[in-house]
């Protein structure tokens, strides 16, 4: 509070960095309101701070006398809040929550920076997910988007899709444990394909199969954006994993594949990985990645501990790593 009302008066500041401090409500809306009368600052940085969802509103109101100042926060909604399930929660005393999502999409839609956007556990409805995805498809600001556990299912899915195809500042996408099936999945490897922002994709603990991997394969031909993907816990087969070996002889941005346990693929860079856990897995899907890497020329190192290969997947492996001394090329292969 006494920043803030330094800031009423200062005239020269421009950048204020406060991410990652103990600032709760009450502080943030003083500095917000603070802003309503200086006209110099042009970057707040309020991310990871628990700033609560009412600061969000506050910036809403900010941005009708003052367009020219950008502030940054994360928002991020517990379960208990109900901020976005198509059902009212007024008899335990909480707010109707399509109220609340409405809110939020307003503010999304009217320029509140709202960098990290977590809706975790929040069983978002159909209503929920569409109001909020009409608000994505223009939002400029929000990088990262949680979504783990909300049972978007199929439907939910294609509908944020959709605005996948429109937003151009998602960087990170969380959409484990969704039931997303591979209907859903093709509706997202659509959007892959025009989407240029995402770099991180988390679908764990889903229900995608082989036919699912197949539209995602074809999608990673062309994009050039996407750096880290998270599959495990999915019911993928040889085949799933054949379609993305094929991919991976034209997808340049992987670099490190790993593939641990049984019945374990784990495709991993620290730079750009590639995650395929606990999914089923035998030879064919083994020889068809050797293969595959005897063509890419980013893939740096395999790892495949713990995992039951058997005779020709060995042969392959042991091909692979021939062809590699051959091209000059350095893999670090472990199995």
């Given amino acids: 509070e006494a920043l803030a009302?330094?800031?009423?008066?200062?005239?020269?500041?421009?950048?204020?960095?406060?991410?990652?401090?103990?600032?709760?409500?009450?502080?943030?809306?003083?500095?917000?309101?603070?802003?309503?009368?200086?006209?110099?600052?042009?970057?707040l940085d309020l991310a990871e701070n628990r700033v609560g969802f009412k600061v969000a509103e506050a910036l809403?109101?900010?941005?009708?006398?003052?367009?020219?100042?950008?502030?940054?926060?994360?928002?991020?909604?517990?379960?208990?809040?109900?901020?976005?399930?198509?059902?009212?929660d007024a008899d335990d005393g909480g707010i109707r929550a399509p109220v609340r999502c409405k809110a939020l999409a307003s503010d999304l839609r009217s320029g509140a920076m709202l960098s990290a956007l977590k809706l975790a556990r929040n069983e978002?409805?159909?209503?929920?997910?569409?109001?909020?995805?009409?608000?994505?498809?223009?939002?400029?600001?929000?990088?990262?988007?949680?979504?783990?556990?909300?049972?978007?299912?199929?439907a939910g899915i294609q509908v944020l899709s959709e605005a996948l195809k429109m937003n151009h500042s998602i960087r990170i996408l969380n959409l484990r444990?969704?039931?997303?099936?591979?209907?859903?999945?093709?509706?997202?490897?659509?959007?892959?394909?025009?989407?240029?922002?995402?770099?991180?994709?988390?679908l764990e603990i889903n229900e995608i199969g082989d036919e699912g991997i197949k539209a995602l394969a074809l999608a990673l031909k062309s994009n050039r954006a996407l750096k880290t993907l998270f599959l495990g816990n999915n019911e993928i087969g040889d085949e799933g994993i054949k379609a993305l070996a094929e991919a991976l002889q034209e997808n340049t941005s992987v670099n490190t594949l790993g593939i641990r346990g049984k019945n374990i693929?784990?495709?991993?860079?620290?730079?750009?990985?590639l995650y395929l856990v606990h999914n089923e897995l035998g030879d064919d899907a083994i020889k068809a990645l050797a293969e595959a890497l005897k063509v890419n020329r980013s893939v740096s190192q395999l790892y495949l501990g713990d995992h039951d290969i058997g005779d020709e997947g060995i042969k392959a492996l042991e091909a692979l790593k021939d062809e590699k001394l051959r091209q000059g090329h350095r893999l670090v292969l472990e199995y």
Avoid: F, M, W
Avoid at 66 to 87: D, F, K, P, Q, R
Avoid at 265 to 273: F, T
């Fill in 124 to 154: 978002l409805n159909a209503e929920g997910i569409q109001v909020l995805a009409d608000a994505l498809s223009i939002n400029s600001s929000v990088s990262s988007l949680c979504l783990e556990g909300a049972e978007l299912g199929d």
């Fill in 5 to 43: 009302d330094a800031l009423r008066g200062n005239a020269s500041l421009v950048h204020l960095d406060l991410a990652s401090n103990e600032l709760r409500q009450r502080g943030a809306e003083a500095l917000i309101g603070a802003l309503h009368e200086n006209r110099t600052l042009r970057h």
């Fill in 60 to 88: 809403a109101e900010l941005h009708k006398v003052n367009e020219e100042v950008e502030v940054l926060l994360e928002y991020e909604a517990e379960a208990s809040e109900a901020t976005v399930h198509g059902v009212s």
């Fill in 265 to 273: 693929l784990r495709i991993s860079s620290a730079a750009a990985p």
């Fill in 177 to 202: 444990d969704n039931l997303i099936g591979d209907p859903g999945i093709k509706a997202l490897a659509g959007a892959l394909k025009r989407n240029s922002s995402i770099r991180l994709l988390k």
